[in-house]
């Protein structure tokens, strides 16, 4: 069971953060914190609510059918977009460390957009403890898009890069 001392850190930490709820369940012992939502009071004034009434109801059917046109023509190209998304091959980060596009800083990046990459290529190298792990693409492809930025830390199974097969 914690001790007074710590019980008083973990409020006072849970106080201070952006959390609104804490549970810590040890050895069949739970302590659940909750922090009360600071009430704010939302004055409206009702003049300016009366306006907006009227010219929502001012508005005519045919505007309504031009708008919803343009939602679908707008919605078109995102779906196409999806599609091609999901036809890429993701090149992922096989550990946590920090992401570099080339050998040193002074050295051109491994790939850029639009280069082309065998399965054996180097794409870019992952430091984790001191070790510098490079990352081969492991696809025939054109590289559509690097996800991460140059010195950057990465997780495990994070997208590296987008790929377009060939």
């Known amino acids: 069971?914690?001790?007074?001392?710590?019980l008083r850190e973990l409020i006072k930490l849970v106080d201070?953060?952006?959390?609104?709820?804490?549970?810590?369940?040890?050895d069949g012992s739970k302590?659940?914190?909750k922090k009360k939502a600071a009430e704010k009071a939302v004055v409206l004034p009702t003049a300016p609510i009366a306006q907006e009434v009227q010219t929502v109801t001012a508005v005519e059917p045919a505007q309504i059918k031009k708008e919803t046109?343009?939602?679908k023509v707008v919605q078109e190209?995102?779906?196409q977009v999806e599609a091609e998304i999901t036809n890429l091959h993701?090149?992922?980060?096989?550990?946590v460390g920090t992401f570099y596009q080339s050998s040193s800083p002074d050295a051109d990046p491994y790939v850029k957009v639009g280069s082309k990459v065998s399965s054996?290529?180097?794409?870019c190298i992952v430091?984790?403890?001191k070790l510098f792990n490079e990352i081969e693409a492991e696809i025939n492809g054109e590289i559509v898009e690097v996800l991460v930025k140059d010195g950057q830390l990465v997780e495990y199974g994070q997208p590296l890069f987008l790929v377009k097969p060939e």
Do not use: G, R, T, W
């Open 1 to 6: 069971m914690l001790k007074i001392q710590e």
């Open 90 to 95: 993701k090149i992922i980060s096989p550990m």
């Open 127 to 129: 430091e984790a403890m």
């Open 16 to 26: 201070q953060s952006n959390i609104d709820e804490f549970v810590y369940e040890y």
């Open 69 to 71: 046109m343009v939602e």
């Open 120 to 123: 054996d290529s180097i794409v």
């Open 77 to 79: 190209p995102v779906k």
């Open 31 to 33: 302590i659940k914190m």
